[in-house]
């Protein structure tokens, strides 16, 4: 295996029955040597924040309606403004654009610009979209999937790490990795 | 709640995409009459365009009717979604879960629906363009920000697209599911495009519940938001029986009260219609009836206080809207029809556990609150019009027409077929929402009892 082969990285999916397994496979990995950025666990239906000794995911996802709600307020005064010096009406030296009658539009304008910006930070945050890396449909129906990407020299250990932990099956982008006799039903 | 849902996560999946992937023959029947039903509306709407408001029963000095009155009713349906999903979810009620989706879909395709009736009721549709773009400057004609049809449009665009996005986020667990799923090579590259790879990792579960949350916080506001600019499209003006600063609370709770109400009629019929039993179960019901009377009986004290704050300035245009609402047929009838179906059988009933937990009577007291909600708008909008004013020579009544009722039966065939396509192509209810419900509940013993413990998500 040339050098540049050897430093590759790939993706190996561990499936388990119960959260436990997974759990252990987690541990397994750690004690292998792969770092929490490496590890990922794949499920069907949300599980509690460190069900499986995963590490805290960090995010930013509360700056984002902030930014958005100062944009859209931004854009709604825009308007507003652009409306004042556009429109010729003739008011006697009166406002156009009086404050009371916009304060609806500029409310409404913040809030989309917040909501907006919070479903762009939701997307960015669960780094979405993405072509989905090894996945398994038996995921949906309540196996636990535990994804660990690893340089190919150390992909040995890793697939020893998810079988040791009574994996259901082990499986990389070519396929299952389980002997056919070791990997269950 | 006594009654957990129980089925193990294979069934759940079976089950809660089985109308997706089923084509049962009433489906085919029943959208097959709804677009009968829809092609009529389109029909009316062309004659409309052809030949003008004369299609309604439209009488100096009466030019708000049906379409109006529709506007309202519907756009107090679609608050239904947001005050079940968001407060529900912020409050974290554990029996939520089924609920959401159903009462957030309603919401979209009611509000689309409301959208349609300022247009058909300016008769010229194209016309409406220029009260919201500025595209003819040349002819000097422009919006004016200060109206209320800019206030509206603004609010209404802001709540259905945050609504949208609201439920495309929660749909995408769902939609991976129907990925892993469907067998049909189409429809998996279909929902693998709209899923946008989700996978369900824990940093995705994550962010989905604090999106969650985050996007119910941001929605409420709009949510109260809309139905005030709508309130203020009476209040604004000078119309007896209009001007009224309780308007915006009041226009608020009502369309809680019918919007809530709505989705219980939707989540019984889901029940049957979807083969739903193992998800929607009495205690769904019972609690959504005990919040719906606390939210009637506020609207109710809304209604008062519009009541008695028209009578108590003793201005005489006021106090003679109020007079002919209350006093003088047809409006006599109206009144003690929307007071009976709208409050007293409905809460009457509600008191009651057993009513409580009876799907057949929850749909019919339901369906009632929905009747006496839509007569109360009929009453706000009408009577303060039907007057006499000092430079008004002309006078008639208005009486709709039959093709104002054929635009609203087309309008109501339009949401129930919105969201009956909406749940063939996609899962109706959340999946894995519910089954983290099922993960999350376990059962701790108190004394002598077993109960249901539940650890919060998030």
């Not at chain 1, 029955?17 to 004690?31: H, I, Q, T, Y």
């Not at chain 1, 990922?40 to 995010?59: C, D, L, M, R, V």
């Not at chain 1, 709600?69 to 009166?94: S, Y």
């Not at chain 2, 004290?301 to 009541?307: G, I, P, V």
Request: charged share 15%; glycine share 8%; aromatic share 12%.
């Amino acid at each position: 295996m040339s050098a540049s082969n050897s430093d590759r990285k790939r993706e190996l999916l561990g499936l388990y029955n119960e959260p436990d397994d997974a759990a252990d496979a987690v541990s397994r990995l750690r004690g292998a040597g792969f770092g929490g950025n490496d590890i990922e666990i794949i499920s069907a239906t949300p599980y509690p924040e460190g069900a499986f000794g995963e590490q805290h995911a960090k995010h930013r996802l509360f700056a984002f309606p902030f930014a958005g709600a100062a944009c859209g307020l931004a854009v709604a005064i825009a308007w507003h403004i652009g409306a004042q010096i556009a429109l010729p009406i003739v008011t006697g030296g009166k406002p156009v654009v009086a404050v009371p009658a916009i304060i609806q539009v500029l409310y409404e304008g913040t809030m989309l610009g917040a909501v907006l910006f919070t479903v762009l930070g939701v997307l960015f945050e669960s780094r979405l979209p993405d072509g989905v890396g090894v996945y398994d449909d038996r995921i949906a129906d309540g196996l636990i999937g535990v994804s660990v990407i690893a340089r190919e020299r150390r992909i040995p250990d890793a697939q020893i790490a998810l079988e040791e932990a009574n994996a259901v099956d082990v499986l990389s982008k070519d396929g299952s990795l389980m002997r056919p006799a070791a990997a269950s039903p | 709640m006594q009654e957990p849902v129980t089925v193990d996560r294979e069934t759940a999946n079976r089950e809660l995409l089985d109308f997706v992937f089923s084509w049962p023959k009433w489906f085919f029947a029943t959208t097959g009459l709804l677009g009968a039903v829809i092609t009529l509306g389109l029909i009316i709407f062309l004659l409309l365009m052809i030949f003008g408001l004369q299609l309604f029963g439209y009488a100096h000095p009466v030019y708000w009717g049906f379409p109006v009155v529709n506007f309202v009713f519907w756009i107090g349906v679609s608050h239904a979604g947001i005050m079940v999903s968001a407060i529900l979810r912020l409050a974290q009620a554990e029996w939520r879960r089924p609920v959401t989706r159903a009462a957030e879909v309603l919401t979209i395709f009611s509000l689309m629906t409301a959208m349609t009736f300022p247009i058909i009721h300016s008769g010229r549709p194209w016309r409406t363009l220029y009260w919201e773009f500025p595209y003819d400057w040349m002819r000097g004609i422009w919006p004016n920000p200060r109206s209320p049809l800019v206030w509206d449009p603004a609010a209404i665009f802001t709540y259905l697209t945050s609504t949208v996005m609201f439920v495309y986020i929660a749909l995408l667990p769902d939609l991976a599911l129907a990925r892993d799923r469907v067998k049909n090579p189409i429809g998996k590259a279909v929902y693998g495009v709209l899923s946008l790879g989700f996978r369900g990792t824990t940093r995705q579960w994550r962010i989905q519940a604090i999106a969650g949350i985050l996007l119910s916080a941001l929605i409420l506001p709009i949510f109260v938001s809309v139905h005030s600019i709508v309130s203020w499209d009476f209040a604004v003006t000078i119309i007896p029986g209009w001007h009224n600063t309780v308007f915006a609370p009041y226009f608020v709770i009502g369309a809680v009260h019918s919007g809530v109400s709505a989705v219980v009629t939707v989540m019984i019929v889901m029940r049957y219609a979807f083969g739903l039993k193992n998800f929607i179960t009495k205690d769904h019901i019972d609690s959504l009836a005990r919040l719906l009377i606390i939210v009637a009986t506020v609207w109710l004290f809304f209604f008062m206080l519009d009541f008695m704050f028209g009578l108590y300035g003793t201005e005489p245009a006021e106090v003679d809207t109020w007079q002919r609402r209350l006093m003088e047929p047809p409006w006599t009838a109206i009144a003690i029809i929307f007071i009976i179906t709208g409050y007293i059988i409905p809460v009457g009933a509600w008191l009651f556990r057993s009513v409580r937990r009876n799907f057949f009577l929850m749909f019919v007291t339901t369906v009632l609150v929905n009747i006496g909600m839509w007569l109360e708008r009929y009453m706000i909008v009408i009577p303060g019009l039907e007057r006499k004013s000092n430079l008004t020579f002309q006078y008639g009544d208005y009486l709709p027409s039959a093709a104002e009722f054929g635009i609203i039966a087309a309008q109501l065939a339009l949401v129930i077929a919105g969201f009956l396509v909406f749940s063939k192509l996609l899962p109706i209810m959340p999946a894995a929402d519910i089954k983290e419900g099922q993960i999350l509940r376990d059962e701790i013993k108190v004394g002598r009892a077993r109960v249901p413990a539940t650890m919060r998500e998030a």
